[in-house]
């Protein structure tokens, strides 16, 4: 496709409905109250839920950014909820040590051997870049696996990104800087958990004629590793540990300055790559999709004004992406429904708010399989007038099909 034709795709903005989609009920499963006023209240609960999974168990898992909304911003909590709304601390970051155990928990994934793997962005005794860390999902036998930037020039890795859970039962994820490579700061790494022996170990070091700071991994249908390294797309294989890039799969294109992506890769109905690109002078979002190759890109027009980045990417049951958005077109959040063969808005849920019972700023979302979603919002949520609502998880009925 020439630029000319890339250029057309940005003649039509398609914005995303204003209006409440029809037919869907949006209720609070839980609420994180803090104490006092919304800068300076302690979360006894944790508070700005950013990550929400379900477990092999049925019960929901995730993790509490903060542990007080004052802003130091540190702490937070992993946390459960069982289907009928009973929440659970499974555990919480103290300032112990200077948060030795972490600090800012992020990507929780489930591991193979059935306990909770996750990163925190901030805390460990050893730099504060951050932990991995396990814990059961009974909240016992906390361990922090491996503490980020332990090695000389961050050589272990350093900005932990996400985790994946790979078909060989391991856990991988990627870091935006250390490893070995000759970047200024270091050109980050892929590294690899195992559950079995608790081991951590970089697996791929960036380096300047590679990749540099991989992020979106995802697993594709063939058991390897795809994700982003600027404008790169690349392809990692847990088994071999072969590395293939590819340098042309989403080129520069001016005068709108495209980065890709913005948010995590999913594997749509086609088989391509989906993922959401950001243009930085019309400061707005829009999907794009690509074969694993790298092949095929084609851009979708924006579907959205807003310059946070959306959040989950999800295929839902109606073969529709579901996309939360913290903010969107001047709003405190809503959530889009998207076509992947025409990138269109479909309909758009707007019912957060600051008086609404499921808060503002989604974040996350999920769908389990019975058809229903389950996804956080970062703030507010109906609490006691002496309390500040920091944040829900809520669940969403839309009237789709089970998985």
Request: charged fraction near 10%; proline fraction near 6%.
């Amino acid at each position: 496709m020439n630029r000319a034709c890339y250029l057309s795709l940005f003649v039509a903005l398609l914005v995303g409905q204003s209006a409440s989609a029809a037919n869907t009920t949006l209720t609070a499963v839980h609420t994180f109250a803090c104490t006092g006023n919304q800068f300076d209240g302690p979360c006894p609960q944790g508070g700005e839920p950013i990550s929400l999974i379900q477990g092999s168990d049925g019960n929901f898992y995730g993790a509490a950014n903060v542990s007080t909304l004052s802003s130091s911003r540190t702490g937070g909590v992993i946390f459960s909820v069982t289907p009928t709304g009973k929440f659970s601390i499974l555990h919480t970051f103290g300032a112990n040590n200077n948060f030795s155990h972490g600090s800012n928990p992020n990507s929780l994934v489930e591991g193979s051997d059935g306990n909770l793997y996750g990163i925190t962005l901030a805390g460990g005794a050893a730099s504060g870049q951050g932990v991995v860390f396990r814990v059961s999902k009974l909240g016992q036998g906390f361990e922090v696996i491996h503490q980020f930037c332990t090695e000389t020039n961050c050589g272990d890795g350093a900005s932990a990104i996400n985790l994946v859970v790979g078909q060989d039962g391991n856990i991988y994820g990627s870091t935006a800087s250390g490893g070995s490579g000759s970047c200024q700061g270091g050109c980050g790494t892929i590294f690899r958990v195992t559950p079995s022996t608790s081991t951590y170990e970089v697996v791929l070091n960036g380096s300047v004629n590679s990749i540099e700071a991989p992020k979106a991994l995802t697993v594709a249908p063939d058991g390897t590793l795809v994700g982003f390294a600027g404008m790169t797309l690349f392809q990692y294989s847990p088994q071999t540990g072969a590395l293939s890039t590819h340098p042309e799969s989403f080129p520069l294109i001016p005068p709108f300055h495209i980065t890709a992506p913005v948010g995590p890769l999913t594997v749509g109905p086609d088989g391509y790559l989906y993922g959401l690109y950001f243009a930085y002078e019309l400061a707005g979002h829009g999907i794009f999709k690509v074969a694993m190759d790298g092949s095929g890109l084609q851009l979708f027009p924006m579907y959205t004004n807003s310059a946070t980045g959306p959040g989950t990417l999800l295929l839902a049951s109606d073969g529709n992406f579901w996309i939360p958005e913290e903010i969107a077109n001047g709003s405190i959040g809503d959530i889009v429904t998207i076509s992947p063969s025409t990138g269109q808005v479909l309909k758009a849920i707007t019912t957060f708010g600051l008086a609404a019972p499921a808060g503002i700023f989604p974040v996350s979302l999920i769908q389990i399989s019975d058809g229903t979603f389950r996804g956080t919002t970062l703030l507010d949520g109906i609490v006691p007038k002496t309390d500040s609502g920091a944040g829900v998880v809520f669940k969403l009925s839309a009237g789709l099909p089970p998985r």
